[in-house]
């Protein structure tokens, strides 16, 4: 079983930049498929990006292509979310997720989560 903890949000102006961090402890996360969705207050849980285990592939929510960057660094046992020209609607729960089979954009497919960090972003 996997433990995952995510790190790096805060409060960033609009146009600003974050990297969210999501740590593996208790098994290696080079095992997992890993995700990350978002949920903003008042709102559904969404998808923003997905990783394989190899790291060869990606996908992306359409409304973070071309500004989010999702990678995995499996030696440090860590996956990223490199957030560039943030937005306020942007503004979001961040939770990342595991799964030991295969990468998705559906949250209930993973077999793991973490427990969020806060990203807010103002105008």
């Known amino acids: 079983q996997v433990q995952l903890l995510e790190s790096g949000g805060g409060l960033v102006q609009a146009g600003g930049s974050l990297r969210l961090s999501c740590a593996a402890s208790?098994?290696?996360?080079?095992?997992?498929?890993m995700g990350w969705f978002r949920q903003a207050p008042g709102k559904e849980r969404e998808f923003v990006a997905y990783?394989?285990?190899?790291?060869?592939?990606?996908g992306y929510a359409d409304s973070v292509k071309g500004r989010f960057t999702i990678s995995r660094d499996n030696a440090k046992n860590t996956v990223f979310l490199k957030m560039n020209s943030l937005k306020p609607e942007d503004t979001a729960v961040y939770y990342c997720?595991?799964?030991?089979?295969?990468?998705?954009?559906?949250?209930?497919?993973?077999?793991?989560y973490g427990q969020g960090t806060q990203v807010t972003v103002s105008s």
């Open positions: 997720a595991a799964d030991p089979r295969y990468a998705s954009s559906s949250w209930g497919t993973y077999d793991y």
């Open positions: 208790g098994r290696s996360v080079s095992s997992y498929a």
């Open positions: 990783i394989s285990r190899s790291g060869s592939s990606t």
